[in-house]
């Protein structure tokens, strides 16, 4: 919303409320002066240059609300702008924004609604830190929908750390959002183009910190009244969000972790898409299950690699598993810059936050709700585990490893749901339920790293390095044996937190 001079007094007395729905992209320095020399946008841009400075209290209360305040100059103009989402959907969100001009640096608070969002904060709030950038921004019209483009290449400045700031945000202003995912594809096939989802302001917070590693799972805002496709929505878009920030994270550090956790986030994403699939007979939804599939199995040699050198005994072992490691990893680096990792995570957002299936009256998708769902969902491979875990001492490689996926499984959804089972008795249990999984899944997983040990060292040609045979040794296999039927055992009498 743009505002001119006889909008000024009546804005000062009430606030401009409005709902944003916008996509974002990472480009980089060179990417965006391709885009900029090809110009696919249909005419030439608005440049101006942006200082925009966000506030928050020393506690960073509003951060911690899911709220940002910011007052944006450009040229002479100043715009204040509230905006409340937690920022954990992956690229395509909407949250609502309240906008009005001010005069100076300082915010005006003087509305009561903003009063109450801000739920007493306002008396404390200074400034935290700045984003410079040059804005080119463009009106695409196509068809029925209008969409606002605008490509920032700045910095972010908090006190004495700055980093660089490359982004394109596509925000729809009119017609259908799928013109949104049209555009995004456009600029990828002039430059490589990454699914944004970090906010300027949650980069600015980041500045504030330490050094960002690599990010773990973080629990889904859900409530009971939530239909079960909802609850799987923003579950997605959560792991989608945990992926990129991995990913971003492995692409500057080659960290370990970093690579682990973008694992395990493509792991949560599959075993969400799997314990959800009765819920839409979709070709699409299929489609998107199996390049989760490739592009989690692209990471697998590298972690498996990365596993094998922490158990390694010997430092000859050591050292050519540390080779065959950069191999590995600059193998990953290659297949999560590739087109088909992109798109896929394009495409994935666009199903996930747009599709048909939102609109379907099919009662499975719109009715039931997201706790009988999850109840449902638990009892199932509760089952399947205490049954099929029963005789883990005699059972084969094969056979464990089909438990440990289910356990996997259950874990991942009880972690998924925690939200919805949030009173005292619920929350104790649901600790000691997500403790006897973890337990009974490292001793599975531990099992299954000895059996997957000779195949990936005859691959790799070191079978006979001095050491090898440390890492799948029959005693250990047997001590492990008895853990994870003790664990098991565990697992069983542990009390259900689901009603």
């Known amino acids: 919303m743009r505002w001119g001079p006889s909008d000024y007094r009546e804005a000062t007395l009430r606030e401009a409320i409005m709902q944003e729905t916008e996509l974002k992209l990472e480009l980089s320095r060179s990417g965006a002066g391709s885009l900029l020399k090809k110009n696919p946008f249909g005419s030439s841009p608005t440049i101006l240059q942006q200082r925009s400075i966000y506030f928050d209290t020393p506690g960073w209360d509003l951060s911690k609300r899911g709220l940002s305040l910011r007052i944006r100059q450009s040229g002479n103009e100043r715009i204040q702008t509230v905006k409340a989402g937690d920022g954990a959907a992956a690229g395509s969100f909407t949250r609502e924004e309240w906008e009005r001009p001010v005069a100076g640096d300082a915010p005006i608070l003087d509305d009561p609604q903003i009063r109450d969002l801000l739920a007493g904060a306002g008396s404390k709030l200074a400034p935290l830190f700045e984003v410079h950038v040059k804005r080119h921004s463009w009106n695409v019209i196509d068809d029925d929908a209008t969409v606002e483009v605008a490509l920032d290449i700045g910095?972010?400045?908090?006190?004495?750390?700055?980093?660089?700031?490359?982004?394109?945000?596509?925000?729809?202003?009119?017609?259908?959002?799928?013109?949104?995912?049209?555009?995004?594809?456009?600029?990828?096939?002039?430059?490589?183009?990454?699914?944004?989802?970090?906010?300027?302001?949650?980069?600015?917070?980041?500045?504030?910190?330490?050094?960002?590693?690599?990010?773990?799972?973080a629990p889904t805002p859900l409530t009971s009244d939530m239909s079960a496709a909802t609850a799987f929505a923003c579950i997605a878009a959560a792991c989608l969000r945990q992926f990129r920030l991995n990913e971003a994270a492995l692409g500057w550090s080659g960290d370990a972790e970093a690579l682990h956790q973008a694992r395990v986030s493509l792991r949560r994403l599959r075993s969400l898409f799997s314990i959800c699939k009765s819920l839409f007979d979709d070709s699409r939804f299929d489609h998107l299950r199996e390049e989760f599939k490739w592009l989690t199995s692209e990471l697998g040699d590298a972690r498996n690699i990365d596993v094998m050198i922490d158990r390694a005994s010997s430092?000859?072992?050591?050292?050519?598993?540390?080779?065959?490691?950069?191999?590995?990893?600059?193998?990953?680096?290659?297949?999560?810059?590739?087109?088909?990792?992109?798109?896929?995570?394009?495409?994935?957002?666009?199903?996930?936050?747009?599709?048909?299936?939102?609109?379907?009256?099919?009662?499975?998708?719109?009715?039931?709700?997201?706790?009988?769902?999850?109840?449902?969902?638990?009892?199932?491979?509760?089952?399947?585990?205490?049954?099929?875990?029963?005789?883990?001492?005699?059972?084969?490689?094969?056979?464990?490893?089909?438990?440990?996926?289910?356990?996997?499984?259950?874990?991942?959804?009880?972690?998924f749901f925690e939200p919805l089972y949030n009173n005292k008795t619920e929350a104790k249990r649901h600790r000691r339920f997500i403790k006897a999984l973890k337990d009974l899944q490292d001793q599975l997983g531990s099992l299954n790293d000895i059996a997957t040990a000779p195949d990936m060292l005859a691959a790799l040609e070191l079978s006979e390095v001095a050491g090898a045979k440390d890492l799948y040794s029959a005693e250990d296999k047997s001590k492990l044996l008895e853990d994870a039927a003790k664990a098991h055992d565990a697992f069983v009498n542990t009390r259900r937190f689901w009603r």
Not at 346 to 365: H, K, M, N, P, V
Not at 375 to 400: P, Q, T, Y
């Open 155 to 217: 910095k972010v400045v908090a006190a004495d750390r700055e980093s660089p700031l490359c982004e394109i945000e596509l925000e729809k202003k009119a017609g259908p959002p799928r013109a949104l995912f049209a555009l995004a594809r456009k600029v990828d096939l002039i430059t490589p183009a990454h699914l944004g989802v970090m906010s300027k302001a949650e980069r600015g917070y980041r500045l504030l910190g330490p050094a960002p590693g690599a990010a773990k799972a």
């Open 315 to 415: 430092e000859a072992l050591s050292s050519c598993l540390r080779e065959a490691r950069d191999e590995a990893y600059a193998a990953v680096e290659a297949s999560l810059s590739s087109t088909r990792a992109r798109s896929l995570m394009i495409d994935a957002t666009e199903w996930i936050s747009i599709e048909g299936w939102r609109t379907q009256s099919d009662e499975t998708l719109h009715v039931q709700s997201s706790t009988d769902f999850a109840s449902m969902v638990f009892d199932k491979f509760r089952k399947k585990v205490a049954k099929d875990g029963d005789n883990l001492i005699d059972a084969d490689d094969e056979s464990r490893h089909k438990v440990r996926i289910a356990a996997k499984k259950l874990r991942y959804a009880a972690e």
